[in-house]
């Protein structure tokens, strides 16, 4: 794994952007169509914006979709990843395809439906961040599997995780957050081609220290990162130390 650290979150962001946006061209210029898949978090602010500027990229060719969606969240609510990823991305560069993840009346249904979708051709790109716990996705300590039989799964979200989008500014208080989501797992997000990992700020000091330098283990389920052949993280000087 390449780490580069960077002075503040802002600069983190921008070189996670030129990364990812690299990335895309390389594809596209290799192959007629692009998979993507995006965290929806503050962290990725940087990222996004830095991709919604990028030149050179032909997003009609690209098919987009994302990590993790809660489950009993209503589809207005200004919570939902996919409508965070729709405000700071997708509506602004339009991409060919946008997949969704829906939960629904029939949230297992949805995982069904979600993991062929992500079956058809290889995911080229993934951006994401690492959770204030360690955790990829929703992929949180307790219910982490670097083994997972399945590409997509519903999980029951640890405190912390919950306590994390409080912190976020995403939800009011700890009661507002919901308990489940629908999240890819682990071997989903190690099976894409080219990982872009952007984790800035204080508060994901201890779990990058664990991802970095710990023992290899669903305790912090963000060093299964050091066994990835192509995988890029930039942090900026709180999130490193």
């Known amino acids: 794994m390449r780490v580069t650290v960077h002075a503040d979150r802002a600069a983190a962001g921008a070189a996670a952007a030129v990364e990812a946006a690299a990335a895309l061209r390389e594809t596209l210029h290799r192959q007629e169509n692009a998979r993507v898949v995006f965290a929806a978090a503050p962290s990725q602010l940087g990222l996004l914006a830095g991709l919604r500027d990028a030149p050179g990229l032909d997003w009609s060719r690209v098919s987009v979709f994302h990590l993790d969606e809660y489950v009993d969240l ?10 965070f990823l729709r405000t700071h991305l997708w509506d602004a560069v339009r991409p060919g395809q946008v997949h969704a993840i829906e939960p629904g009346a029939d949230p297992e249904a949805e995982c069904a439906r979600y993991a062929e979708l992500l079956a058809a051709a290889p995911l080229d790109l993934i951006c994401l961040g690492v959770g204030d716990n360690g955790h990829l996705a929703f992929n949180d300590p307790p219910v982490a599997d670097f083994a997972d039989p399945l590409p997509v799964k519903i999980v029951a979200l640890d405190a912390a995780s919950r306590r994390q989008q409080v912190a976020d500014g995403c939800f009011a208080d700890l009661d507002q957050v919901p308990r489940e989501a629908v999240t890819l797992t682990i071997p989903t997000l190690m099976a894409g081609r080219r990982l872009v990992v952007t ?3 204080a508060r994901k000091k ?3 220290r664990a991802a970095l330098d710990g023992p290899l283990t669903t305790d912090c389920p963000a060093s299964v990162l050091r066994t990835h052949a192509h995988c890029a993280l930039f942090a900026d000087q709180e999130a490193h130390g």
């Open 206 to 208: 201890a779990a990058l």
């Open 199 to 201: 984790v800035p700020g």
């Open 74 to 83: 209503a589809p207005e609510s200004p919570a939902r990843f996919s409508r």
